[in-house]
């Protein structure tokens, strides 16, 4: 159960405009907004606070307003109208500007710089919505339970598009690109990784600074996740291209086309991390009680990780902070799988001890071998997949924060 204190806040934002006193409230459509937008010739606005609402640990009203105005120089040069965001439950209030025609992804980053964490967007037409400066972070609390819940929902999401696959040239062409390009970006993958695997047979016992550059660039999560990574890139910045952002319930209709193309790309990228990993020595490291860390599910999942960073990022530094937060994720999700399998095999040993110790004959080591490999690859299979789930539900909600 998530907890009361972790739930988002309801607020609101209340702007005075030409004399004119306008509210706007998250998921909830303002005909006075829409009149505003309109005046100005405007498709869309943000509202961002100057200073974070703090709950019951508020500060005094003189320190709220130098912040604000500290954060205020922050702000980039173009016309802002001054408001205020407040929260309905217990009527903390504080500063904010609201702007026109400006990109989720732009209003992001100034209220990264800004120092919040959310900020309010709105559509002519549809509803306010509410979101939060961080791309990767949750709009819930953070819990085994909320994990788990949303792994499992990815996991039907993403079946539900293997199961609607046949939609694929569709999805490819709402995605502003087109079927051949997408055959080329196949042949493109499958190529490199099959040349680079057979390149990267070659150099064992060579040494210097261009093999350590060719294994790092070839290695497995890293080819596919840069070239997929770029394919999606370019079809991101097209779709910044639009007219506006998508709401979010245009977004939701959006995903339906959007996920088979997605599902393609994750299939193309596993298939390249196997030909990479079937054709060279994968480098791994032992780890006192976890084992090894190389193979195809860890590498297919930092390279499933490794997507969105190279995709959406504009920067250095937005490259570098999402890569980071992909990277933890990326590692953990790694641990976790090293760590179910560990606690598998001491499940297996203890029930086989127990077995030997009840059945009045031997049980054949090439049995237990079997039966072990059996549980190892289905606790692996099964561990990986709960993974993937989470990582296609975070993927979905990337693309639908844009």
């Known amino acids: 159960m998530t907890r009361q204190k972790n739930k988002k806040r309801s607020v609101e934002v209340q702007l005075r405009i030409d004399g004119v006193e306008l509210t706007a409230m998250p998921n909830t459509h303002s005909a006075d907004l829409d009149r505003l937008l309109e005046r100005n010739g405007a498709h869309s606005f943000v509202f961002i606070p100057l ?4 709950g019951k640990k508020k500060h005094k009203e003189s320190q709220v307003q130098a912040r604000a105005g ?16 407040r929260n309905t439950a217990d009527g903390e209030s504080v500063p904010g500007v609201l702007g026109f025609d400006i990109r989720r992804r732009d209003a992001r980053t100034i209220a990264e710089k800004v120092g919040v964490k959310q900020f309010v967007w709105g559509a002519h037409g549809a509803p306010a919505e509410e979101h939060l400066t961080k791309i990767f972070e949750d709009d819930d609390a953070y ?22 696959i046949r939609r694929l040239p569709r999805a490819v062409e709402e995605s502003q690109t087109s079927m051949d390009r997408f055959r080329q970006l196949v042949y493109l993958v499958i190529g490199v990784a099959i ?8 150099l064992p016992g060579t040494e210097g600074g261009l093999t350590t550059v060719t294994r790092i660039a070839f290695y497995p999560p890293v080819m596919p996740a840069v070239l997929v990574g770029v394919y999606l890139r370019a079809l991101m910045q097209k779709a910044e291209a639009q007219n506006r952002d998508f709401t979010a319930a245009e977004a939701e209709d959006n995903w339906t086309l959007v996920a088979p193309h997605l599902l393609a790309l994750w299939a193309l990228c ?8 079937w054709l060279q020595t994968v480098p791994g490291t032992d780890l006192p009680f976890l084992g090894r860390t190389d193979g195809a599910s860890t590498s297919f999942i930092i390279c499933v990780w490794m ?12 490259l570098l902070s999402s890569g980071f937060e992909s990277g933890v994720a990326a590692l953990v999700s790694i641990f976790m799988i090293r760590l179910s399998l560990f606690i ?46 989470y990582a296609w539900l975070k993927t979905r909600q990337q693309f639908m924060r844009l």
């Open 143 to 164: 819990s085994w339970s909320v994990a788990r819940r949303r792994a499992f929902a990815g996991l039907q999401d993403a079946y539900a598009t293997a199961l609607d």
């Open 270 to 277: 596993f298939v390249a991390v196997l030909l990479l990993t």
């Open 70 to 85: 500290k954060n205020r120089k922050k702000l980039p040069a173009r016309t802002w109208f001054d408001g205020n965001l």
């Open 195 to 202: 040349v680079a695997g057979l390149v990267l047979m070659a």
């Open 307 to 318: 997507l969105l960073p190279i995709a959406q990022s504009r920067g250095l530094n937005s």
């Open 51 to 54: 200073a974070r609402l703090r």
């Open 344 to 389: 598998t095999n001491l499940i297996t040993d203890t029930i086989w001890g127990v077995v030997a110790s009840i059945v009045p004959f031997d049980i054949p080591e090439a049995v237990q071998r079997i039966i072990n490999a059996s549980v190892n690859v289905g606790a692996e299979v099964f561990f990986v997949a709960v993974l993937l789930g």
